[in-house]
Structure formats: structure tokens, C-alpha cells
């Protein structure tokens, strides 16, 4: 989520957040619950090891959009992505190989198609596009090439929605969303963080079927750990790994302690938490590269303000395999992993968003090769 506001060139941008306190709006619809006053975390004040990996493009800044996530579809065997775009009220579509923007899609409203800020967001199977939409308190649902809305779904029950991850089951797909209900403001203004036991609907599930000629969302049930080790403070990203059955969650309240805590796919947290020794801004995004023998890592992005550090998780241990950050990529929300690639990236693309201006792109090859990964075979 946003740490300081990408309103300028990227050379004032970062000498802004270096050298001022952060201000943050008072607006309802302005705030999130990740955001505090204070200076904006460096990378270059803190000693965090990581190698440099060069940006494959990034793409073109577009202060208006406050560009948060990406993901990625293969269309005529080419790699296309498409970003939410939260001041706009838009969807960002960009070419996956070069970074060109393509269209938008959207636009401000309640109505199906129309946004109010959208989040998270998730393609699956190379036809549908999921995505959160914060101040509408819904996910929604279109079909790709053309972003034909299809469905709006949890209205009734999402308060704050951030994040999602989607899944495969059965003929359709099940839907786990982030929830960062807050309970009020302080004297401050400062969100305040519900007490533990009411943090058990942190994320909701819900089952996404065809039924009579349309899709259908059910509810499915609603989890989070009430613990003081285990309970999700201030969620955003999950990302799930169904062959472990273990769902990765960034916690990414500082004063507890940013890192990622797993959960197995039935929603109960298994004690263990990951990055304990290499978060120091803030969890964000996650990622999972999954190769044929069932190995892999984790990517997971650490969001400092003038250079995010993606950490790498041995998929199967979550040991440390090691950290890269770009060249200029910074201030990183949400990341898309897309292992299969194209002729551009042939073995896999990995897209991050940048400084809430538009998104970079990084060729695995060129992070395995900097990061002496063993060969990934899909």
C-alpha cells in the first residue's frame, strides 16, 4: 500500500520521501490501514543484503493513476498485463514484453463494470480477472480479452477489502479476500486495530460456479486466527500454494513485527512465520514460482520507498534463498509471477508495481542468474 504520494517526478519523489514526514490525508477514502506518520523507510539507510537486478522496461509514469497491482494473461501466446489503478478508477492494460499501455478499462461507479477503488487483483486460466474493489466493499469478476464484467460478490459481508488470491475448484474457482475492517480512529486519526478476538473474518471465502448460463459467488466461510502470534493485524496480500496446502499471508503491521505468516488452506495458522530475519520496511506483495519437481520459491517484495527488496523463499522449506531489488523499482505494492512467459521472457516474467506510478517487468532468467538459482523446469 501507498507510503508517500507518487505525485512528481521520480527524482522529487524520492527526495521527498527522504527528507519530509510523510502527510497523511484525514479523508476516509484516502487513508488505509498500513500507513503511519513517520519518515518513509530507505533502503539506503539500512543494511540489507540483496543483488541488483535490471528492470526489463518499466512503464511509462502516470502520476493520475496510483497504479497497486498487478497480473498477467497469455493472449496469441503473448504476455499482456493489466494493473489496478485506484485514484482512477480504472483497470491499466499494458503490453507484457515492452511495458506499452494499451487501454483502460472502467471507470467511476457502483454499476457492474464501473469501479471505486480497486486493489488486489488476479487473472486465472488465461479468461477471467478478479478484482477487489475497496470502496464498493466487493470483488468483481470479468472475462478476458475483452473485460466483459461477469459478476459483483461480497457486498454483504466485506467491510475494507484489500487483497485476494483465486483458485481451480471444480468446475469453478474459490475467492479468498483480505478484510482490514479497523475499529475506529484514535485521538489522532490514526486507524485502530480491532482487539484480537475480532479479527477471526480477516479473510472470507467465497465458491465461484456457472449455474443456469451465469457465474454465481457463495459464501464459504470466513477465517482468521484471534492469537497475538498468529492473528493478521493489517492484511493485504495471501498467496496459496495448493500442492503444500499452505497459504502465505503478509502481516504488514510494523509495531508487531512485518513478515509472512503461514496459514494452510483450510484458514488455520501453523505457528510459523517467515522473513522474521530479512523484512525491515513492510510486507507486501506475494508471488510463487513452482517448478516441475515440485521446488520453487517464493517471491516477496519488501516495500522500502526508494528501492523495494523482493525476498526469495525456498518453496517447499521457506528457508532464505536469497534478495534482489531492481535499479529504480520502488515503494512496491502488489506483484504477478507468470512462470510460463513468453517468446520475450521465456522462462517466466515477474511484473511489480513501482513508486504507484506503473509497473516494472524482470525477466527470471536474469533474477536466477543474479541469484545462482538452480534451472526451474515447467
Known sequence: ??????????????????????????????????????????????????????????????????????????????????????????????????????????????????????????????????????????????????????????????????????????????????DAYMAGEDARGDD?????????????????????????????????????????????SLFGDEANNRLLIAEEDVPTGTRLREYDLQGRYLGRDVGNGQYVAQAEGIALMRCADGSGWWVASDQFADRTVFHLFERRSLRHAGSFAGKVTGLTDGVWLDERGDARFPQGAFYASHLDLGVAAFDWREIARALQLPECRR
Open 1 to 178: 500500500m501507498r507510503r508517500c504520494l507518487a505525485l512528481l517526478a521520480l527524482p522529487l519523489l524520492l527526495a521527498a520521501c527522504a527528507g519530509a514526514p510523510r502527510v497523511v490525508s484525514s479523508a476516509p477514502s484516502d487513508r488505509e490501514p498500513d500507513e503511519y506518520e513517520a519518515d518513509d523507510v530507505l533502503l539506503r539507510n539500512h543494511d540489507v543484503p540483496h543483488v541488483v537486478v535490471a528492470e526489463a522496461f518499466v512503464t511509462a509514469s502516470t502520476p493520475d493513476d496510483n497504479i497497486d497491482s498487478p497480473a498477467s494473461w497469455l493472449q496469441d501466446g503473448r504476455l499482456l498485463v493489466v494493473a489496478s489503478a485506484k485514484a482512477t478508477d480504472q483497470l491499466v492494460v499494458y503490453d507484457g514484453d515492452t511495458g506499452a499501455r494499451l487501454r483502460t478499462v472502467g471507470g467511476s461507479g457502483k454499476a457492474l463494470g464501473q469501479l471505486s477503488r480497486p486493489n488486489g487483483i488476479a487473472t486465472i486460466d488465461d479468461r477471467f480477472v478478479f478484482v477487489v474493489e475497496r470502496d464498493n466493499r466487493r470483488v468483481q469478476m470479468f472475462q478476458l480479452p475483452d473485460f466483459t464484467p461477469l459478476l459483483a460478490f461480497g457486498q454483504e459481508a466485506l467491510e475494507q477489502p484489500y487483497g485476494l488470491w483465486v483458485r481451480r475448484l471444480g468446475d469453478g474457482y474459490q475467492v479468498l479476500v483480505s
Open 192 to 236: 485502530v486495530v480491532p482487539p484480537l478476538p475480532q479479527l477471526d473474518r480477516r479473510f472470507r471465502r467465497y465458491d465461484v460456479v456457472r449455474a443456469d448460463g451465469s457465474w454465481v459467488a457463495t459464501p464459504a466461510g470466513a477465517f482468521g486466527d484471534t492469537s497475538a502470534a498468529g492473528a493478521i493485524r493489517v492484511p493485504e
